[in-house]
């Protein structure tokens, strides 16, 4: 699956770069639908990254390790 996710990811960065080169032409609508585009890839990427951290009370999961949940106020040093 992460071969799939990676593959994945390369094309909707190929459509991302298509989209800003021309964005300029862009509606407000396909501008709006590009943001979230790149917001879903870099969510993707930061997912599959391995630097994923997780509180051991709730389960919410961090991309950078904080010393508190902000969820449920845990201490995760």
Do not use: H, Q, W
């Not at 300029?24 to 599959?48: G, H, N, Q, S, Y």
Request: glycine share 6%; hydrophobic share 35%; net charge positive.
């Amino acid at each position: 699956m992460l071969v799939k996710s990676g593959l994945l990811a390369d094309v909707t960065k190929t459509a991302i770069k298509y989209k800003i080169d021309g964005i300029d032409k862009l509606t407000e609508e396909d501008f709006d639908a590009l943001i979230i585009m790149m917001k879903r890839l870099r969510r993707t990427l930061l997912e599959e990254s391995k630097n994923l951290y997780k509180c051991s009370r709730c389960g919410n999961v961090y991309y950078s390790k904080p010393k508190f949940c902000s969820n449920c106020g845990l201490e995760l040093a």
